[in-house]
């Protein structure tokens, strides 16, 4: 059986102490395997990564995503500070929405990607990737002195659950109620569990339906295991990263640090429709401007294996015998049943029905560029 390749890399922690999520004992009950990354143990994968993916895909999952890092932004220029410091258009969002963006270098380049939570006109919810925690925060704390506001890391104080998949609605309803059938995608509410106020978003990085709920870590365990239970009757399983990276590759999610970083703009890594130009100012945007009407010289953009080989990250490109590109993600589709990848390649190879060349193990394999997301999940 082909095994995917997991696309991120796992850190090596060298003399720091590796974190645990307030869930890692419940982990550590179901038998997952557990690595190192961004700092924490968590877990790659509980019965195989190609069950759990196609567990999403047809029924629900649930994943441990509590190493994620979480900013509060609060004071009467919230939205001019987060206007200023992300590429999308804060001024589109509505009271409990969600936004899609992305923070900007002074090069139009990118320093992470993230969601923006609308709490109310004077405070917002940001919720950054786990290896950039420190590196968003140092970012953003430079700027705080210019706007009238603070800037708080709750990430440690904030556990954090995502469950995902066709079941996941009748899943969360029978815990939460109507408020889950009403909320609409990329919307949040909040909810209570034993007294506690939670936060709960229609959101996840999988392309499918779903939830993730934002928490106490006291109260991670209590709710995990109630979603378990809730979801029996639908098949939930518990995920780990290894499914979490297949998914929302066949999605076409990027995944930072391998599909776009500071060296990446915006605009070429496929996420211009996240890049708003005409909002006004913000960083970076002189840059992105004069990228876009100069016209893109490279764009991350997708591909399918015609012959055998999985394309992994790093795996040189070639066209016409000439190295073009290099391949940011890569791996066997589970659901899909092919090899598939994202690669920087020239504007001109860009587009879908151009054949290319993958270099794997010294060897060069056939692939044709396609549109994506390679999957998309069927309407209701």
């Not at 196609?54 to 500070?81: C, I, L, P």
């Not at 002195?145 to 009748?170: C, R």
């Not at 209590?222 to 809730?230: Q, T």
């Not at 004069?290 to 294996?305: A, C, N, S, T, V």
């Amino acid at each position: 059986m082909k095994k995917p390749c997991v696309n991120f890399e796992l850190n090596k922690i060298k003399g720091d102490v590796v974190k645990k999520t307030p869930l890692y004992d419940e982990h550590i009950k179901l038998g997952a395997k557990m690595v190192e990354f961004a700092g924490f143990n968590m877990p790659v994968q509980y019965k195989g990564v190609i069950e759990e993916h196609m567990t999403v895909r047809t029924k629900v999952g649930m994943f441990d995503v509590s190493h994620m890092g979480e900013f509060r932004v609060k004071g009467n220029q919230a939205f001019d500070f987060v206007q200023y410091l992300t590429t999308n258009d804060v001024a589109k969002l509505s009271i409990k929405q969600v936004q899609y963006s992305a923070f900007p270098t002074e090069k139009g380049t990118v320093v992470d990607d993230l969601l923006v939570y609308k709490v109310n006109d004077n405070e917002y919810l940001l919720v950054v990737n786990a290896a950039n925690i420190e590196k968003d925060f140092a970012h953003l704390s430079k700027f705080v002195d210019k706007f009238d506001v603070s800037l708080t890391n709750e990430s440690d104080d904030t556990a954090q659950m995502a469950i995902q998949g066709p079941k996941a609605e009748d899943t969360m309803f029978k815990i939460f109620g109507d408020v889950v059938r009403e909320m609409k995608y990329y919307w949040f509410d909040y909810v209570e569990f034993e007294g506690e106020t939670c936060l709960l978003s229609r959101t996840g990085y999988t392309g499918e339906d779903g939830f993730e709920i934002y928490c106490k870590p006291e109260l991670a365990s209590k709710i995990w295991n109630k979603i378990l239970d809730a979801g029996e009757e639908f098949g939930i399983e518990p995920c780990g990263l290894g499914a979490r990276d297949t998914l929302r590759l066949e999605a076409r999610m990027n995944l930072y640090g391998n599909d776009m970083d500071e060296t990446t703009t915006v605009l070429e890594a496929g996420l211009g429709w996240i890049c708003k130009l005409d909002k006004g100012d913000f960083l970076g945007r002189d840059v992105l401007l004069k990228q876009k009407e100069e016209g893109l010289k490279r764009k991350l953009y997708g591909f399918e294996m015609i012959d055998k080989g999985i394309p992994r990250h790093g795996y040189p490109v070639f066209h016409n015998g000439e190295e073009v590109g290099v391949v940011t993600s890569g791996s066997y589709a589970p659901y899909l049943k092919k090899n598939i990848g994202l690669a920087y390649l020239p504007i001109e190879l860009a587009k879908a029905g151009n054949e290319i060349e993958i270099g794997i193990r010294k060897k060069r394999a056939k692939a044709i560029t396609v549109k994506t997301p390679f999957y998309k999940r069927p309407k209701k």
